[in-house]
């Protein structure tokens, strides 16, 4: 039972990482400076979301293993195949519409997937659930804004959301279906059945994408596999970067 | 009142030195101001700090907990023990009312109750915030997002002046 809490942990702490890295690539490099400081800032709230749950991996792979675990070894020691995350969160940024697209879609997920987790019987995954929610209210809503911007904007606005749209649907199925260690989560009490979240999550993204002038795309050919380590080349790119310095220098410091 | 190292210390007189600990990131405010400190514990050879993050990724928590012990270090106590916990989650309804006065004296907007802004409505009109230059409430925001992760941007239609508004949260 512990491994598969271990598990769905590191998948929590996994999608927020990896969302959180994506996201910090903009810094500096943001379209106007206040929405580089709101993408910064929706960074930063990610990676903090991601060490809380990494801490608590950490913490109970110690009391189980002799193989010691930080939060640290969890995010820079790892191989892609090990990360749990969804497909979504490790796409490239590539304009400011996917962008946007990408944290609109997984902020919806997270809203839904936290107020559930409200629910936990587990003490810490409660706790971090109860905290993250607040601040994915302020991600959700900003990302909102920002679909309808783009989507009723003007042309070229509207021609990027709908290519981000293309690039990005066939990635949201993977976060309702159910992998093992999520099964057993829901069962356990301490997770979340994540096939109950499609109903609100589709209402909310049909509301936006109304607002935005866009529809829901039919007839899409679902990829997944992330969360059971199996990830688009994207993954490896990231982490290539992103795990540098403690692949090179072991174990340095600042 | 006990015993620890040869000293008589109550609860209370922790608490009043915890007041001269600064956030890092909003100087103007203490720990106790922003009601992160959420108990002091004294057993017979250790004084426990528990301490609440304001956001999950809050870069100043580091520092604060070592401010914390310094502090207690330079008036004699040894072993401090400082324990960070997130539930319940913090809230800005925990921020004394002093803590809102030295805020908006130091140019800073402080946080109106939090009930207006956690929802997830879309382009909703806020309650106004007051200029903390000239408390006109003709202001405008900018950003949901500022220069630290507590912070939102806004304008002031009626002086002009930039200025931060400390969230609801």
New interface residues.
């Given amino acids: 039972m512990k491994n598969q809490l271990i598990n769905y942990t590191l998948h929590l702490a996994d999608n927020s990482l990896i969302l959180g890295h994506r996201n910090s690539e903009w810094t500096g490099h943001g379209p106007i400076l ?2 580089d ?2 993408i ?3 960074a ?6 991601a ?2 749950f990494y801490q608590y991996a950490a913490k109970l792979i110690n009391e189980s293993t002799d193989q010691p675990a930080t939060e640290d070894t969890l995010a820079y020691l790892r191989d892609a195949n090990d990360f749990k995350n969804f497909l979504l969160v490790e796409q490239p940024n590539g304009d400011w519409a996917k962008t946007i697209l990408r944290q609109f879609l997984f902020s919806a997920y997270q ?1 839904y997937l936290y107020q559930q987790l409200n629910n936990s019987n587990d ?2 995954l ?3 659930a ?3 929610l ?2 994915v ?2 991600h ?3 990302s ?2 920002w679909v ?1 911007r783009l989507g009723d904007g003007t042309e070229e606005s509207r021609t990027r959301m709908l290519k981000a749209i293309d690039d990005l649907w066939m990635f949201t199925e993977e976060m309702f279906e159910p992998f093992s260690y999520e099964k057993i989560a829901a069962s356990e009490k301490y997770g979340v059945d994540v096939s109950l979240l499609k109903n609100g999550w589709m209402k909310k993204v049909r509301d ?1 994408f109304d ?1 935005a002038t866009l529809s829901i795309p039919k007839n899409v050919l679902m990829q997944k596999g992330g969360k059971e380590g199996n990830h688009t080349e994207h993954l490896e790119h990231l982490l290539n970067e992103m795990q540098f310095l403690q692949r090179t220098y072991p174990n340095s410091e600042w | 009142m006990k015993m620890i190292n040869d000293q008589t210390i109550s609860t209370k007189e922790i608490w009043k030195l915890l007041e001269n600990v600064n956030d890092p990131e909003v100087p103007v405010l203490s720990v106790i101001d922003l009601g992160i400190v959420r108990d002091v514990k004294i057993t017979d050879d250790e004084i426990e700090i528990i301490i609440t ?1 304001t ?5 100043a928590m580091d520092v604060i907990s070592m401010n914390i012990k310094m502090i207690l270090l330079e008036h004699g106590f040894k072993k401090i023990k400082i324990t960070s ?6 809230t800005t309804d925990w921020m004394s009312e002093h803590g809102k006065e030295k805020l908006k004296a130091f140019g800073i907007a402080p946080p109106t109750t939090k009930q207006q802004v ?6 909703h009109e806020e309650e106004a915030i007051q200029c903390p230059h000239c408390n006109s409430y003709n202001t405008k925001l ?6 630290t ?1 507590c912070k939102a ?1 806004y304008v002031c239609e009626n002086c002009k002046e930039p200025f931060d508004y400390f969230k609801c ?1």
């Fill in positions: 206040e929405q400081i709101a910064s800032n929706i930063l709230d990610l990676i903090g979301q060490r809380n809203f003490e810490t409660f706790a971090i109860e905290k993250s607040k601040e209210v302020y959700l809503r900003w909102s804004e309808i936006v607002e | 993050p956001y999950s990724g809050c870069p916990i997130l539930s319940p989650a913090w956690c929802h997830t409505e879309l382009f900018v950003s949901q997002f500022g220069s992760a941007l949260h």
